[in-house]
């Protein structure tokens, strides 16, 4: 059986084995690997997280599938907002925030117009999905 870590750990390795590309559910997409601090634990926590480019910023959905809770890794960016990101070859720091209404929903409908599964995931859960926003720090 495929745990999740196992699952996101094959696509870690790929993504890095192709310059951060990926095939599978997520070709096509745009990755990034989000590097987090665990909340609680304290761990270094690494995530392949599908983003897209908005300007200076990059975007990214904490969607989980449209499970009924938030991803770990929500819980560590806000907790950690200073965080290091993989996209491509490059690595860099980025400050997160969790972008307010109503340019949350702005950028959740392009996201799920551009990929329909964030529609999917959206209808599978009560929660509202957050949006957060990556600025890199200079």
Same mark, same amino acid.
């Given at each position: 059986?495929?745990?999740? #870590?196992?699952?996101?750990?094959? @696509? ?7 310059? /951060? ?9 745009? &990755? !990034? &690997? ?11 926590? @690494? ?10 910023? &990059?975007?990214?959905?904490?969607? *989980?599938?449209?499970? +009924?809770?938030? +991803?770990?890794?929500?819980?560590? &960016? ?9 996209? /491509? ?10 972008? +307010?209404?109503?340019?949350?929903? #702005? !950028? ?14 959206? *209808? ?5 999905? +957050?949006? @957060?926003? !990556?600025?890199?720090? *200079?």
């Amino acid at each position: 059986m495929t745990t999740p #870590q196992n699952w996101n750990q094959a @696509i870690i390795e790929e993504f890095r084995a192709n310059s /951060g590309k990926v095939g599978g559910p997520f070709a096509g997409s745009t &990755l !990034l &690997l989000l590097h987090t601090v665990g909340a609680k634990s304290g761990q270094p926590r @690494i995530n392949p997280v599908v983003c897209v480019a908005d300007g200076e910023r &990059l975007i990214i959905f904490a969607s *989980k599938s449209g499970a +009924p809770t938030h +991803p770990d890794w929500y819980h560590n &960016l806000l907790a950690h907002p200073l965080v290091t990101v993989e996209v /491509g070859t490059e690595v860099f720091q980025v400050q997160a925030a969790v972008t +307010p209404e109503p340019e949350r929903t #702005q !950028l959740y409908n392009q996201i799920a117009e551009s990929n329909p599964g964030f529609a999917e995931y959206q *209808k599978k859960t009560t929660r509202v999905i +957050p949006v @957060i926003s !990556l600025t890199r720090v *200079k």
